[in-house]
Every structure is written in C-alpha cells, then in structure tokens.
C-alpha cells in the first residue's frame, strides 16, 4: 500500500480529508493528480441543470439501503416488488432494482465460483491429460491448446495461492501474539491509532509503538483489531479460492437452475441485486455516484445519476453467458453507461459477449471496462472482457480503463495496473480510493476496478450535461480531453523506467475539468 501524502497546509482533518477524496483533486491547484472534479463542478457545471442519466453497475452486488446510495438507486417503473409478477413484461420477474443472474428462483445465491481455467481445465482433463496433440482432430488440436494453457494457469494459480494462504495465516497468528504484548505493556484491551500516538511520544520503554501506529495509519486502520479483522477477511478469500475457485470438483451453478451450455437462455436468476457479499459493487457504485456533499463518507463522480445493479460477478470469474445477459438486460432497460469492473484469464464463449457488445453499440450505450490488475501488457496479453471482437475489429463504444495513484512520481501508474498502448484507452485514480461499503460503512481499496468506475461517473457527468452526446462522442471526448502526463514511471510490475504516457493509447489521465471544456467547444460548433 502507498503512503499518505504529506498535504504540508492542511490541518490534521482536512489533510484525511483530502487523502480520501484525492481523485477528485486538480493537479495545479491541490498538487496531486487528481481528475479535477471539484473544479469542474465549482467553475463550469455551477449553474447548470443537468439530466439525469442511468448508470449500469455490473458487478458483485450493491447494498440497497446504503446512506450514500439508496437516494440515487434506480428503480424501474411499472414493476411492482414482491407480487411474484412479471408486471412489464420483460422475462423477469419483481426485477424492481435491477437483476442477478447468479441466483436461483427459491432465493439462494451463488457467492463463490470457479476460475475459468479451473473449469477448462475440469472439463477436458478427461480428455487430453497424459496425450499427445498429435493424437487429435484439428478442431481437437486447438481444443488441446486451450486445455494445456489453462492447466498450466492453473497449477500456477494453485500454488500461488497455497503459499499466500500460508503467509497470510503466520502474519495473523503473529501479529495476533505481537498486538497482545504490547497491549500487556500498555496495560490496555484496545490498540487505537490515539493510544499509539501518544505511546510512541511518551513510552520509550515500548519502542515499537511508534512503528505499528504508523503502520495502522498509513492502512487507515483505527486500531489493530480492525487490522486483524481485514487480515481474517483476506484469509478466507484466499482460502475460498484454494477449496473453491480453484477446485474443479466445486460446482455452485446448480443453484442458479439454468442450462449452463445454452446461451441464448435468458430469464434465470431471482431479484436480489444484492446478493450474499455487496462489498466490491457497492465500492464501485460509490465512486460514481455516492451523493455528494452530504458529509456522510465519499463523494461520487456525477450527482445526476441513477445506478441500476446487475449482479454477474461472483468471487472467482464471472461466466461469459451471465455477462452477455446483463449487458442485455442493462440495455433494455434504459442504462446509458455500462460499468464493468470483472475480468479474467480465458473466454471460451467470447462470441455471446461481443454480440451483446454491439447489441450496447447499435442501441448508443457505452461501455467502460477495467483493464485489469495482473500488471500485464494487454496488446499481447490475455485479459477478457477484451478491447476488441474476435475479429480484431476494436469495440468501438467501449473504453478500457488503467489504474493510477495519487503520487506523480515512479509510482503514478499503479504497480499492479494492466496497460497497452493499444488495447488500454485511458488511465484514471484507482489507488486508496475511499467509497462506500455495505452497512452504511466505507473502505478504501485500490484497482482498476476502482478506475473504470471514476471514468463511468466521468462519462455520466457528460452525458447528464450534454445529452445530446452520443457513445462514442463522449469516449472521444474523454479520450481527447485525458490530461497527459510524461512522469518517468516504473512500468507496473517492473522497476524499468518508462514514459507514463506510453502506457495507454491518450497518454493520460481522465480529466473531468477537461473533457467538459471540450464537451462545451464540441456542442457549441455543432449549434
């Protein structure tokens, strides 16, 4: 995790403050690399009414009854909640909030699935293991390839995960044993972040109390129990992903009751666009549209935005019939912004998801995809949802998003960001980004997850201010209007020093301040 910045002029508040809604600063005026927003607002959008415009969030959930959110929800008219009625006539039935294919009719969700190389690599073992490429039919061969490459993924996976699940329970059990002695030489129950300080000042007798409030600090964590319990939290997502995601004798899809093999099967799932576990969907529903300036947490993007939830992501990867599914679903039902923070290794149905992309294309939605967190080259690497048809044919209504940090310094692309000067189209702030979390909680987390939403709330704001703008105008916009930056960064997951610009096809970073400006000298020419 990257440190605080040191806002020299701020007092203690306003500089906690500041950190948590960095992506909303200016470069010029806050010094950090923000996109602007707060300026945007303040010298461009002041007087202005805007419209307001349907977000699609397609993800793991999103918490329905969130103090930052509830107002801003969408909720489709004419369906009435709970009568068991498929009132408009759509194929699904009390869809009030929007939809979750990853759930059964009697109410039960799926929370956990298998990677799509586990499920590769169950289907054709069988198969192929222990054979000869040989041996095979062409239209076998190139089965073969995908069987021996997603083993491969997978066996690495495994083990990597194996050994991160051991790391992680030793850090617990000995910062469990490290927390209870410096609690029994400070003579308390509670390591708080206020105890430590004032340990670290005044208990030389107890010199790592200074270090671990620190530590605390920079995690933004209020005491070692809440360090603890993230620890705890990290434990049982990597041990889901040992004894589920990547075991390919799980299989939860039973829940759901579909056909997995046909994909031209729609109308599965239930209601519930909440699902079991929100935490990932509510943080990305957050950044777009948390309300603004309630003082209540995290302030989204855009303020006239209404947020429809379309549960397709489970922990693991997501199936390419679900995604195609909410795509359609999102479209159908009014969303202009489509946003997509999932991705994975391996599409063998691709094709049902690009057709659900120019389904989004003919009917003017525009799609922003996270590029995804391997610290890859996505023009030569393999990330999915991806920036182009099978055809190689570029999405054109679709905009791929890397991640960048607060610190325009060697680490201004996010360490962990996937990039390509071809297939990324624009870098956005996915670094410590504060947002909201289900129980009327908050918690920052990093990724291009969180990037692609900041550009979606990006593309709401424009769309909610210029509604004349079609797709592909908007991207162009965003694209054309993204701040460039030259930093010499390390190139993520490298130490080798490489232009920032060089990582993405703009060059930049998204700048909302920006993109309305040139949105303003686009509608006015066009008059």
Known sequence: ????????????????????RWQHLDLKADGVPGISADRAYRELLANRKPTPVIVAVLDSGIDSTHQDLKAVLWRKPGEIAGNGLDDDQNGYVDDVRGWNFLGGKDGQNIAVETLEQTRIYGQYKLQFEGKKRKAFSAADQAKFDVYEQAKASYLKDLANENKQL???????DSNTASFAQMKQALNTTRLDTALLRQAARTRTDVPSAGSLYTFLSRNHFASTDDALKSLNNAITRSRDRVEKSLNPAYNPRPLVGDDVANLAETGYGNPDSQGPDASHGTHCAGIIAGVRGNQLGADGVAGAVRIMSVRSTPSGDERDKDVANAIRYAVDNGAQIISMSFGKDYSPDKAVVDAAMQYADQKGVLLVHAAGNSSNDNDTGLNYPSARYLNGQDIANQITVGASSRLNTLELAARFSNFGKQTVDVFAPGVDIYSSTPANTYATYSGTSMAAPVVAGVAAVLKSYFPQLTALQIKQIILQSAV?????????GTQKLVDFASLSKSGGIVNLYEAVKLADQQTAAAK
């Open 1 to 20: 995790m990257l440190g605080l910045l040191s806002f020299t002029s701020l007092s203690a508040s306003a500089q906690a403050d500041a950190v948590r």
């Open 166 to 172: 051991s790391t992680l329970t030793e850090a617990y």
């Open 484 to 492: 460039p930056y030259h930093t010499k960064v390390n190139k993520p």
